[in-house]
């Protein structure tokens, strides 16, 4: 942020909200990445970790709130200093929500690995969590530099993340078909994909935050629902997807 | 001669601008000297010029000339460096920030290794791993160094031991230096990967070798026909396990390669043609036709050349092999296409029976295959793909697929314009 205010400590109250969502940012990057990792390697004591780690982040986010309207109320800014501080509310609550899906995948280590499952259920989960952690990453890159004119890879990347979820979902539909042994298994993981899927959303929400910030218009409307998992039935039983 | 006459001048002047007030001085002291004695003008201007002249010609040596002659004389090349000459010299990535944690100054090397890395960006706001925000939240609030390993695991794994520490006395300005480690780490992992992959996919081919020899011992033993048949799908299995083999390891090798964004600059035109001639006979083979619509001119890429030869023999031989029933198969190049600014598309169009849309998002998973058996009739090991992806992400490239069944399948890759 190069402004500079005549009153030293505003621009000092903006770096610091700045930072710390810099800070929950890496964190909610972590869990998602630890999660997934004790999910595929079956890391209990991995897990309980991240479980443990998201206290941080609802911590930040009740930080940010609380500084965010005190400064809204001693400062009473104006123009692009209010979006930053909006932003920041905005992004902070993105944030713990990725870090409360990052926990819930978690949650889920101990039921989906209580029996040894084979790879392959996992190497669609390990992709699709790839791609939503480039998007998380891409979009804090894009809040840390704030150049905007990479942010078209965003929509690009949701519609790949939409795509590939309703693949696995497609995919552990028919394990679950095929043996329903497989089913306790292949429903956690279910939800686990929609978790990421839902990470994925919540880094495009950040992408528009963004660039409302830098721009002060909002991203140009045509946000893409690639999403057809409601369209997936098994057969001629409809099962779609709840959500 | 005109030259020095030029310099003289430009001495001369110099000396009288600096003597300036001394002159006018002096020149006032002679004019009163003049008026209260009664010496005659020409007298007095005589005295003013011999003055002017002293002033503008005699040899002078000023005290700061010669503290300036002092310092030269003790001052070596070495002074001259500045931190700046010295930081862009260091070969690992080197980024110094100041008090407020804003990158003053990023090497080469930073800039190559981390994306978004700018002048004037905040580091802990690029930086947001846990252990790197202690790291430079230490630095900056009590100029306390230190050092930490740090993982990026995005776009492609990599370990960082990141040492910190304050600039000189003064304070102010602070470097972090980043000794990159991932070639130690990767092998590990790369031994790991590769023992969990190739047991895994080894253990089909291993069981039906296995199967047959027991039958060849048992059953079968005095049946020749049997025997030569089973020998025949032995021998395929073994050869199965060898490309599987060959291709795990291809792909192991790329990942325990640094990752670096390819310098050297290349035409794909002449590289796909290579290519397109070295699979002529695969081509034949299957009866397909290699087209070729290149456009005009050069398509310059920044890359690897072999690794973009392993790219487009990948593509090709998947187009050859699974479009088979169409008969043709079309590599196209197309300049500044696409909604992407600035990228050159390559794209390789089989006519044959397309790909299901569930399956097309997964393609480059490891191992995933819309069909088995189709695959392994097409000697396929499952990794074509996906060394096909790891190569484009080291070149900042991108690959697309689209395909619609009965119509056939397109693979573009985009390269960002070199």
Same mark, same amino acid.
């Given at each position: 942020?190069?402004?500079?205010?005549?009153?030293?400590?505003?621009?000092?109250?903006?770096?610091?909200?700045?930072?710390?969502?810099?800070?929950?940012?890496?964190?909610?990057?972590?869990?998602?990445?630890?999660?997934?990792?004790?999910?595929?390697?079956?890391?209990?004591?991995?897990?309980?970790?991240?479980?443990?780690?998201?206290?941080?982040?609802?911590?930040?986010?009740?930080?940010?709130?609380?500084?965010?309207?005190?400064?809204?109320?001693?400062?009473?800014?104006?123009?692009?200093?209010?979006?930053?501080?909006?932003?920041?509310?905005?992004?902070?609550?993105?944030?713990?929500?990725?870090?409360?899906?990052?926990?819930?995948?978690?949650?889920?280590?101990?039921?989906?690995?209580?029996?040894?499952?084979?790879?392959?259920?996992?190497?669609?989960?390990?992709?699709?969590?790839?791609?939503?952690?480039?998007?998380?990453?891409?979009?804090?890159?894009?809040?840390?530099?704030?150049?905007?004119?990479?942010?078209?890879?965003?929509?690009?990347?949701?519609?790949?993340?939409?795509?590939?979820?309703?693949?696995?979902?497609?995919?552990?539909?028919?394990?679950?078909?095929?043996?329903?042994?497989?089913?306790?298994?292949?429903?956690?993981?279910?939800?686990?994909?929609?978790?990421?899927?839902?990470?994925?959303?919540?880094?495009?929400?950040?992408?528009?935050?963004?660039?409302?910030?830098?721009?002060?218009?909002?991203?140009?409307?045509?946000?893409?629902?690639?999403?057809?998992?409601?369209?997936?039935?098994?057969?001629?039983?409809?099962?779609?997807?709840?959500? | 001669?005109?030259?020095?006459?030029?310099?003289?001048?430009?001495?001369?002047?110099?000396?009288?601008?600096?003597?300036?007030?001394?002159?006018?001085?002096?020149?006032?002291?002679?004019?009163?000297?003049?008026?209260?004695?009664?010496?005659?003008?020409?007298?007095?201007?005589?005295?003013?010029?011999?003055?002017?002249?002293?002033?503008?010609?005699?040899?002078?040596?000023?005290?700061?000339?010669?503290?300036?002659?002092?310092?030269?004389?003790?001052?070596?090349?070495?002074?001259?460096?500045?931190?700046?000459?010295?930081?862009?010299?260091?070969?690992?990535?080197?980024?110094?920030?100041?008090?407020?944690?804003?990158?003053?100054?990023?090497?080469?090397?930073?800039?190559?290794?981390?994306?978004?890395?700018? @002048?004037?960006?905040?580091? $802990?706001?690029?930086?947001?791993?846990?252990? !790197?925000?202690? +790291? =430079?939240?230490? /630095? *900056? &609030?009590?100029?306390?160094?230190?050092?930490?390993?740090?993982?990026?695991?995005?776009?492609?794994?990599?370990?960082?031991?990141?040492?910190?520490?304050?600039?000189?006395?003064?304070?102010?300005?602070?470097?972090?230096?980043?000794?990159?480690?991932?070639?130690?780490?990767?092998?590990?992992?790369?031994?790991?990967?590769?023992?969990?992959?190739?047991?895994?996919?080894?253990?089909?081919?291993?069981?039906?070798?296995?199967?047959?020899?027991?039958?060849?011992?048992?059953?079968?033993?005095?049946?020749?026909?049997?025997? @030569?048949?089973?020998?025949? $799908?032995?021998?395929?299995?073994?050869?199965? !396990?060898?490309? +599987? =083999?060959?291709? /795990? *390891? &291809?792909?192991?090798?790329?990942?325990?390669?640094?990752?670096?964004?390819?310098?050297?600059?290349?035409?794909?035109?002449?590289?796909?043609?290579?290519?397109?001639?070295?699979?002529?006979?695969?081509?034949?083979?299957?009866?397909?036709?290699?087209?070729?619509?290149?456009?005009?001119?050069?398509?310059?890429?920044?890359?690897?050349?072999?690794?973009?030869?392993?790219?487009?023999?990948?593509?090709?031989?998947?187009?050859?092999?699974?479009?088979?029933?169409?008969?043709?198969?079309?590599?196209?190049?197309?300049?500044?296409?696409?909604?992407?600014?600035?990228?050159?598309?390559?794209?390789?169009?089989?006519?044959?029976?397309?790909?299901?849309?569930?399956?097309?998002?997964?393609?480059?998973?490891?191992?995933?295959?819309?069909?088995?058996?189709?695959?392994?009739?097409?000697?396929?090991?499952?990794?074509?793909?996906?060394?096909?992806?790891?190569?484009?992400?080291?070149?900042?490239?991108?690959?697309?697929?689209?395909?619609?069944?009965?119509?056939?399948?397109?693979?573009?890759?985009?390269?960002?314009?070199?």
């Amino acid at each position: 942020m190069p402004t500079h205010h005549i009153v030293s400590a505003f621009d000092e109250e903006l770096k610091y909200l700045a930072n710390r969502i810099a800070a929950m940012g890496g964190h909610a990057e972590r869990m998602v990445d630890q999660a997934v990792f004790a999910l595929v390697n079956s890391d209990h004591g991995l897990a309980r970790q991240v479980v443990a780690n998201d206290e941080f982040l609802d911590i930040g986010q009740r930080e940010i709130d609380e500084k965010a309207i005190v400064i809204i109320a001693r400062r009473q800014p104006m123009a692009d200093d209010l979006r930053e501080i909006i932003g920041a509310i905005r992004i902070s609550g993105d944030l713990e929500r990725v870090g409360d899906l990052g926990k819930n995948i978690a949650k889920r280590v101990v039921a989906v690995t209580e029996a040894r499952q084979p790879v392959r259920l996992f190497r669609g989960i390990e992709s699709l969590a790839e791609l939503a952690l480039t998007q998380l990453k891409d979009v804090l890159d894009t809040y840390a530099s704030r150049s905007i004119d990479r942010i078209g890879f965003v929509r690009d990347r949701d519609d790949q993340i939409d795509a590939m979820y309703t693949s696995l979902f497609r995919e552990l539909l028919t394990y679950m078909m095929e043996d329903p042994r497989n089913i306790t298994a292949c429903t956690h993981l279910l939800f686990c994909a929609k978790n990421i899927e839902r990470i994925g959303d919540h880094a495009t929400n950040i992408a528009e935050t963004v660039y409302y910030i830098v721009t002060g218009a909002q991203m140009p409307a045509e946000r893409p629902k690639e999403d057809k998992s409601h369209k997936v039935t098994a057969q001629a039983t409809a099962a779609a997807d709840p959500s | 001669m005109a030259g020095r006459l030029g310099d003289f001048l430009r001495i001369v002047i110099s000396r009288l601008w600096s003597a300036r007030w001394l002159i006018a001085g002096a020149i006032v002291a002679l004019a009163g000297l003049a008026a209260s004695s009664g010496a005659t003008v020409s007298s007095v201007l005589l005295a003013v010029l011999f003055v002017v002249a002293v002033a503008a010609l005699a040899p002078r040596r000023d005290g700061l000339g010669r503290t300036e002659r002092v310092a030269d004389a003790g001052r070596t090349p070495f002074d001259a460096i500045t931190a700046e000459h010295l930081a862009a010299s260091v070969s690992d990535p080197l980024v110094i920030c100041d008090a407020r944690g804003s990158v003053v100054y990023a090497n080469k090397p930073a800039a190559n290794a981390f994306s978004a890395l700018n @002048e004037g960006t905040s580091l $802990i706001l690029r930086f947001r791993a846990p252990e !790197m925000q202690d +790291l =430079i939240g230490g /630095l *900056l &609030s009590q100029g306390k160094g230190g050092s930490i390993d740090y993982a990026e695991r995005l776009p492609v794994e990599r370990w960082f031991r990141v040492t910190a520490s304050p600039i000189g006395q003064a304070g102010g300005f602070f470097v972090l230096v980043f000794k990159d480690q991932s070639e130690t780490r990767r092998i590990d992992r790369m031994r790991a990967d590769f023992i969990a992959n190739a047991s895994h996919e080894l253990r089909t081919p291993l069981a039906s070798v296995s199967g047959f020899i027991e039958t060849l011992r048992g059953p079968a033993r005095n049946d020749p026909a049997a025997r @030569e048949q089973f020998l025949q $799908i032995m021998q395929n299995q073994t050869a199965r !396990m060898a490309r +599987l =083999i060959d291709d /795990l *390891l &291809s792909l192991s090798r790329l990942e325990t390669k640094p990752f670096l964004n390819p310098a050297d600059r290349l035409d794909l035109r002449p590289l796909i043609d290579g290519v397109i001639d070295a699979l002529s006979p695969l081509a034949k083979e299957s009866g397909v036709r290699i087209e070729r619509d290149f456009g005009e001119g050069a398509a310059i890429v920044a890359g690897n050349r072999d690794e973009l030869i392993q790219v487009f023999e990948n593509l090709l031989e998947n187009a050859c092999k699974y479009g088979q029933s169409g008969g043709r198969v079309l590599v196209s190049i197309d300049r500044a296409a696409s909604g992407y600014d600035g990228m050159l598309d390559v794209a390789v169009r089989d006519f044959g029976p397309g790909i299901p849309e569930e399956h097309i998002p997964r393609l480059t998973e490891r191992f995933y295959r819309v069909d088995v058996e189709t695959s392994r009739g097409q000697k396929g090991t499952g990794l074509g793909l996906a060394i096909v992806k790891h190569i484009l992400t080291r070149h900042n490239a991108r690959l697309t697929i689209r395909s619609k069944p009965g119509e056939g399948s397109t693979f573009t890759v985009h390269f960002p314009q070199a």
